[in-house]
């Protein structure tokens, strides 16, 4: 069964550290997506992105944030400056279109 | 107010029991809607999408109610597997989805 890949699986930073997840999503998917979850709350959208640029971002997708497809496979989600409040799991998804969305296993940032 | 609210739980019961639990939402607009899966620590993994007649997939039961904006989840013959975070989930008129903050089903020997 095809699968959202993430690296790393856990990253730790110090704040103020920039950091990029990686992920590689599914090979015919058009539709790429970052979610964060903070520990015990529920998963938020961060950003869509479709046809090589953003289609939509949250609130918490600041100046800080940004999201980069450097070439056909990999999907990179950036953060500039971590903040302690950056710690959370990121999940990176893909899909289609509207249906069939998959998500990776997330890589777990912890700012310190 | 929530996009999308779900009872928190947790439901405690034993193997074998049905356990049933809703969701609602705010925005009448939905288009789509969905019962994700999720263990600890781990990513929300599709359990079924919820279709306007009602579906069923094996032991577990989803209605959508339009009317009164909710949807809800059954479970029947639950086993100890099925212990997870259900997360009911929402897609309005773009890609992006709306995830309630889950209910905890635990399902005891």
């Known amino acids: 069964e095809p699968e959202v890949t993430q690296t790393p699986s856990h990253q730790v930073t110090q704040m103020g550290q920039e950091v990029i997840l990686r992920c590689v999503p599914i090979?015919?998917?058009?539709?790429f997506y970052w979610y964060r979850q903070i520990l015990g709350q529920k998963v938020e959208f961060l950003v869509s992105?479709?046809?090589?640029?953003?289609?939509?971002k949250s609130e918490i997708f600041d100046d800080q944030f940004s999201v980069e497809r450097p070439d056909g496979s990999n999907f990179t989600l950036k953060i500039r400056s971590t903040k302690l409040e950056d710690s959370a799991m990121y999940f990176c998804?893909?899909?289609?279109?509207?249906?069939?969305?998959?998500f990776g296993s997330g890589t777990r940032l912890t700012v310190v | 107010r929530k996009e999308v609210e779900q009872d928190p739980g947790p439901f405690n019961v034993p193997e074998g029991a049905t356990v049933a639990f809703n969701c609602t939402y705010s925005n009448s607009a939905s288009q789509s809607f969905f019962w994700y899966r999720q263990d600890c620590r781990k990513e929300p993994k599709l359990l079924m999408s919820?279709?306007?007649s009602g579906n069923e997939d094996g032991r577990f039961t989803a209605q959508l109610n339009r009317a009164s904006q909710y949807i809800s989840l059954l479970i029947r013959d639950s086993k100890l597997s099925d212990s997870a975070t259900y997360l009911c989930?929402?897609?309005?008129?773009?890609?992006?989805?709306?995830f309630g903050a889950g209910t905890t089903v635990t399902v005891r020997a």
């Open positions: 998804a893909s899909s289609v279109g509207d249906e069939g969305y998959t």
């Open positions: 090979s015919n998917h058009l539709y």
């Open positions: 992105f479709y046809n090589n640029e953003i289609s939509e």
């Open positions: 989930v929402v897609k309005f008129d773009d890609y992006k989805l709306s």
């Open positions: 919820v279709y306007s």
